[in-house]
């Protein structure tokens, strides 16, 4: 188990600085780049304010989630888990869900991957907010989960971007490749967690027989 923790968050760290190479295209925009084009005549308007704060937020939620998840660093080190937690919960609240939500409005390919986004975004918004309220009122377990949900929600870009990849290696680049990632970036994942949280109580229920 450790050793596909590890796996997880080199994975992570590889499509984030992965992400993060493609800033140069964003700074200033160039309309060229994959993510940018076709979006010139929308972009100087409010989407813009919704951009850039959501290229910060992202790949810094990302870092501090594997921080606030290491048992090791909760253990002994729960002051600095407190406040790197209030910044994640300020990050995800303030910035990355608002700036998501509203970049919704603007994908490309479709009303399906607006609704996916938009709804992402607001699923994020709910396990973040009830992980920090579960926190406050010290139920540390439900705590836990939550914000479990909330990390695995905020990998979506990383599987968003793992799934397109898939499809450019095996040469199966349609329009629908794309809406079907929209979907299935953050509601496979979700369902597998929580299909594993489910076989795992039950293991731990079931009585050890002689």
């Known amino acids: 188990m450790n050793v596909l923790r590890w796996v997880g968050c080199l994975l992570i760290l590889k499509v984030t600085i992965d992400i993060l190479k493609n800033y140069p295209g964003y700074l200033p925009p160039d309309f060229t780049t994959d993510f940018l084009r076709g979006r010139e005549s929308e972009f100087f308007g409010v989407y813009q304010w919704a951009f850039y704060p959501h290229l910060l937020a992202g790949p810094l939620s ?23 937690g209030k910044l994640q919960v300020a990050c995800t609240l303030l910035v990355l869900v608002p700036s998501g939500f509203w970049m919704a409005f603007y994908a490309q390919e479709g009303l399906s991957v607006k609704i996916a986004f938009a709804l992402l975004a607001i699923a ?8 920090w309220n579960a926190a406050v009122r010290k139920e540390f377990a439900k705590h836990r989960l939550w914000m479990l949900r909330s990390y695995v929600l905020l990998c979506s870009a990383v599987f968003l971007r793992l799934i397109g990849g898939a499809f450019v290696i095996t040469g199966i680049e349609e329009e629908w490749t794309y809406r079907m990632a929209a979907w299935v970036c953050w509601l496979v994942p ?9 076989g795992t109580k039950k293991r731990k229920r079931v009585p050890i027989t002689q």
């Open 62 to 84: 990302l870092v501090l989630g594997m921080v606030l998840l290491s048992k090791r660093i909760r253990q002994h080190y729960p002051r600095w888990h407190r406040r790197v």
């Open 124 to 131: 994020t918004g709910m396990t973040t907010w009830f992980g």
């Open 190 to 198: 979700l369902a597998v967690f929580e299909l594993t949280r489910i």
